[in-house]
């Protein structure tokens, strides 16, 4: 069993305050707590007020290259914008990079040792916008070998053995 | 490296069109800390008196409080100063939001603006990169409004912005500055900038702000929230559920509305309601308000959710916080949903949600009582909501009367003589007050009333219970966890505080000394940029005396101890008080409205404010002494006075002292109250009848 971490997020709770922002930037810094810069934080408030929309989005991975093609939501009468769920770090928006290097920022749960009960952007959502939740997970099973096999053998009813042992032999030797 | 503040101002003259960075000296944060401290420090240093306020020479200063974007829970207050010119005195107004801690974050402390542009620009400040840009596009558009163009145009959703709207350019003398949560709009500061030709400030900032000691800072903060949620739970016993909790009061949640229907005057400041409550009116209010009210929100940092993001089937959306929304509705005689409805368009004209509804309910009193006609307001529609929206219209334009009525009510009332100003009731110091009229004289409030240099109740009260407990038991469950408290003797004021005693309840001295607390704590907050709701206003705050001197300290660098802060309060609140001296204010301006409660007491009231005064050290005049200002270390503004023969000045006529001395005790807190004062006549304002 694995231990999943979630942290639960519910736009209807978020008062916009941006407390997560802050303190995420400060857990960050180097030395720990020694400045504050919502523009470092691992975890930003999409807001547009007199739209009435709030959404806390937590930094994922980086990717290089900007979606080919877009989505929008509506929801509840409210048109969200078009990236505004999305956590990657991309090309095509000003978030989730450090604004000094440019290096992309991800959420690592407030990773140290000892492990703190909560990622503090949960502690210091008063309004439980953000929650936070521990979950056990079953591993992900070894591949059952008959699936190799399976495969295998409809391959050389296609191409024939020989060829795919030569081009198994090929690619083992890199 | 500076701590907690960036150690820079801007400084942005709009008539050269010039921007300079200047870097500020820490010496003054030891002094001031910095916010309004820093501010009227500066205002003192370069604005002479005789600079009028809507003059190029006069400044406009948009100030970061000192631990606004640190990560202290609700520090976000954005301190703006002038001089106003309704009162001609210094303005300050405090907006919170979310502008400061991004000013911060650009890396600047202060933006101090002189001069005055020849056509309508607006600031953008992006980090480095400073620019006065054209406004023209947006000459007349709203504050909200044009606080999203400017975003759209500079493709900067992130970009804070503070507006005027068209009230601002208008020169209204209660024109505030908007900032979509939170406004600055006492003094008719939203006047001055755009007497200086200035639309709007946009900022945005990705620097750091940085502690001093990071762990011990932190400690603190997490305190702070732990104390929050603890007072979530545990609301105080015994007080009306609008003063029981923390932040600023809860209007955008509470549906209980009892005690300011009951408690303020509504129309010009004119009649009591005290039945008005039922349950009823409860019910159609709930139901408009749960309709209008989507979301709670918040300011940055900050739990509290004081304000709220109202819709309403005539409006687009718009954010509104604490009692704006009853002031509309009271002064019209109206209702709540009429409430929401005028204060959006009023938001968006940029006007200040105390005077102008005020303003307009006094209008409408000069026409009922013929003094102004239908030649005054041609086309004045007959129906009572209409009839306010429709005076709007005229304020914001200054079109015809509103011309007139867009000074306030003091310089309205004068410009229109025939007997108006028997209807300006309801200022100090020319400025409109909030709308209470009470029975019996309250000693710290009449001190409070009469010296605050804001000129505005709510930005001196705090701290203390607004009535006493009914049985010993429940005063002695209060003050057990009253930490706040400066001294323990200071708990006495509540476990004495008897039922009908005012107003001979507190002593004379007790009530200075209460005073002193209370103004001092907003004194502190209003240098740091704390919020009062989590601090000097409420009853026992999470911040107070025993810690905010450790949390200037961790987050500074600075050493500074509870006598230290106590004395950066008195010498900012001396300071200012200073500038006002110099500007001719003087004890004959120090006196609440003369109906402001049924019952006076001329020479106890005289006496009250020759103690007070003789505490802060200050003379007769009410101006602080040079010895008071040397010991300070305001020894240049003391020697400023004297040259101006402040000092020399005959002293103030003073009522005779009372026929019986109050028994002074050594604490606050006494059950003596000697009878027999005499009550002051009823004032001379005629009493109009309830529509």
């Known amino acids: ?174 | 490296m500076r701590y907690a503040e960036t150690g820079v101002n801007l400084e942005i003259d709009l008539s050269r069109g010039s921007i300079e960075k200047e870097g500020s000296d820490s010496r003054l944060t030891e002094l001031h800390l910095g916010g309004l401290g820093t501010n009227a420090k500066i205002l003192w240093d370069r604005v002479p008196p005789e600079v009028d306020p809507f003059s190029p020479d006069n400044l406009l200063i948009f100030s970061a409080g000192l631990l606004a974007g640190t990560p202290a829970p609700g520090a976000n207050r954005t301190i703006v100063s002038t001089f106003s010119p309704q009162t001609l005195l210094m303005a300050y107004s405090i907006m919170g939001g979310f502008w400061a801690p991004e000013l911060k974050f650009a890396g600047y402390d202060k933006v101090i603006i002189r001069g005055r542009s020849p056509k309508l620009v607006y600031l953008w400040i992006n980090g480095d990169k400073v620019e006065i840009r054209d406004a023209t596009h947006l000459k007349g558009k709203g504050a909200l409004a044009t606080a999203e163009l400017i975003k759209q145009e500079l493709k900067e959703p992130k970009a804070q912005v503070a507006a005027i709207g068209l009230a601002g350019e208008n020169k209204v003398y209660f024109a505030s500055i908007e900032q979509g949560r939170s406004s600055a709009s006492r003094g008719g500061i939203g006047a001055v900038m755009g007497d200086k030709g200035l639309k709007a400030i946009a900022v945005r900032g990705k620097k750091d702000v940085n502690i001093a000691q990071p762990a011990e800072f932190m400690e603190l903060c997490n305190g702070v929230l732990e104390y929050i949620k603890h007072r979530k739970e545990n609301p105080i016993k015994g007080v009306p559920p609008i003063l029981a909790g923390l932040g600023s009061p809860q209007e955008m949640s509470i549906h209980d509305e009892q005690w300011h229907t009951a408690s303020f005057a509504w129309g010009n400041a004119r009649h009591r309601r005290k039945d008005f409550w039922n349950k009823e009116i409860e019910k159609k209010w709930k139901k408009t308000q749960d309709k209008a009210v989507e979301r709670l929100i918040s300011c940055y940092n900050c739990s509290m959710e004081c304000g709220g993001i109202i819709t309403h089937p005539k409006l687009e959306r718009y954010m509104m916080k604490c009692y704006s929304k009853l002031t509309y509705t009271m002064a019209a005689m109206s209702d709540l949903d009429f409430g929401f409805k005028i204060a959006g368009l009023a938001q968006e004209y940029g006007v200040d949600g105390y005077t102008t509804p005020q303003v307009m309910a006094f209008a409408l009193e000069l026409y009922e009582a013929g003094i102004l006609t239908d030649k005054d307001l041609p086309g004045f529609p007959s129906d009572n909501e209409e009839r306010f929206f429709w005076l709007l219209e005229k304020i914001v334009r200054r079109e015809g009367i509103g011309d007139v009525l867009a000074d306030g009510v003091y310089w309205a009332a004068r410009k229109i003589g025939k007997g108006a100003e028997a209807y300006d009731h309801n200022t100090i110091k020319k400025h409109e007050q909030i709308p209470i009229k009470l029975g019996v004289l309250n000693p710290i409030y009449y001190i409070m009333w009469s010296t605050g240099e804001k000129i505005n109740i709510t930005q001196i009260e705090g701290q203390i219970p607004q009535a006493p407990f009914l049985t010993k038991e429940e005063r002695e469950e209060f003050v057990k966890d009253w930490v706040q408290v400066p001294k323990e003797e200071f708990k006495d004021f509540v476990l004495n505080w008897e039922p009908r005693t005012l107003p001979y309840y507190p002593t004379i001295e007790a009530s200075c000394e209460l005073v002193e607390w209370q103004e001092t704590m907003h004194y502190i907050d209003d240098a740091t940029g704390i919020c009062a709701g989590l601090s000097s206003f409420p009853i026992k705050p999470p911040y107070h005396i025993h810690n905010l001197p450790s949390f200037i300290s961790f987050a500074t660098g600075l050493d500074i101890d509870e006598a230290k802060l106590w004395q950066i309060a008195s010498r900012n609140r001396n300071l200012i008080r200073a500038i006002n001296i110099r500007r001719g204010m003087r004890r004959k301006d120090e006196k609440p409205p003369e109906d402001h409660w049924r019952k006076r007491y001329p020479e106890m009231e005289a006496k009250l404010l020759d103690e007070y005064y003789k505490f802060k050290g200050w003379n007769n005049n009410g101006i602080p002494t040079k010895e008071t200002l040397d010991e300070l270390g305001l020894d240049y503004v003391g020697q400023d006075l004297e040259q101006r023969g402040v000092y020399k000045e005959k002293k103030a006529k003073v009522a005779k002292s009372a026929s019986k001395k109050e028994t002074s005790q050594p604490s606050p807190g006494t059950k003596s109250a000697p009878k027999g004062e005499k009550s002051q006549p009823k004032p001379k304002t005629k009493k109009d009848s309830k529509k």
């Open chain 1, 1 to 174: 069993m694995k231990k999943v971490k979630v942290i639960k997020i519910d736009v209807d709770k978020c008062n916009g305050c941006r407390a997560c922002e802050a303190i995420c930037s400060a857990f960050h810094a180097e030395p720990k707590y020694s400045s504050t810069n919502p523009e470092r934080s691992r975890i930003r408030v999409l807001f547009d007020p007199l739209k009435d929309i709030y959404v806390p989005v937590l930094a994922g991975e980086y990717t290089e290259a900007e979606c080919n093609g877009r989505d929008t939501y509506t929801i509840n009468g409210k048109e969200y914008d078009e990236c505004s769920f999305c956590r990657a770090s991309c090309p095509s928006r000003d978030l989730f990079k450090d604004p000094d290097s440019d290096l992309p920022l991800k959420c690592d749960m407030c990773e140290e040792e000892p492990p703190l009960p909560e990622p503090l952007c949960v502690q210091w959502c008063l309004s439980d916008a953000l929650t936070y939740e521990e979950r056990e997970e079953e591993e992900e099973e070894e591949e059952n070998p008959r699936e190799m096999e399976i495969g295998l053998e409809s391959l050389i009813k296609k191409h024939g053995a020989k060829t795919v042992m030569d081009t198994v032999a090929r690619l083992a030797k890199g």
